[in-house]
């Protein structure tokens, strides 16, 4: 007997669940939801993600990555997009929802030593995958911020680069002894 009023108060509560209105969504629905649409009042960014050094040092990638899937054959992971701009969103937060929108690999991890995320891989690209001085860096309105991505609080109209550099910056245009 109470085994049989403890199936049917689950069953009640499966019920109450379902026609109280809870969506239940697919992972791709999840993620769809988690861009904003862009209306005329919407302040917003861009961004690109590119790794196009890379095929100018093709023999230095590692083997295992020498694939479309990896490196595009224009050096174009992520074509310049719009995306609205929430307030306090920083470099990394606009890159984390991009990256998860567009189905993107991506591995961070938050670095004490800067207070800061740190961009480990994009695309399965990471740092050393091509070379000793490959990695990931990033620009806004064409400068190299000399911190983390998830301190660099963005304002309306950034524009938002993502380079994958197979020379510690200088193939993408950063000469770290020139920096203020």
Known sequence: MKKDLFAICIVIFILALVFSGVKIQSVDEYYLVHIDDITPESQTVFLTIRCDTILDNWQQLDPALRYEKYVPSDGVILKRHEYVLRDGDTVYDILDRAIRHNKIQMECAYSVNYASV???????????????????????????????????????????????????????????????
Not at 128 to 134: A, H, I, P
Not at 146 to 160: A, Q
């Open 118 to 180: 740190y961009v480990k891989g994009i695309n399965h690209l990471y740092e050393f995958s091509c070379g000793e001085l490959s990695g990931w860096m990033y620009t806004v309105n064409g400068i190299f911020p000399n911190y983390g991505c998830s301190k660099y609080v963005l304002r309306d109209g950034d524009e938002i680069v993502w380079s994958y550099t197979c020379d510690l910056g200088r193939d993408v245009g950063c000469d770290w002894g020139m920096q203020k």
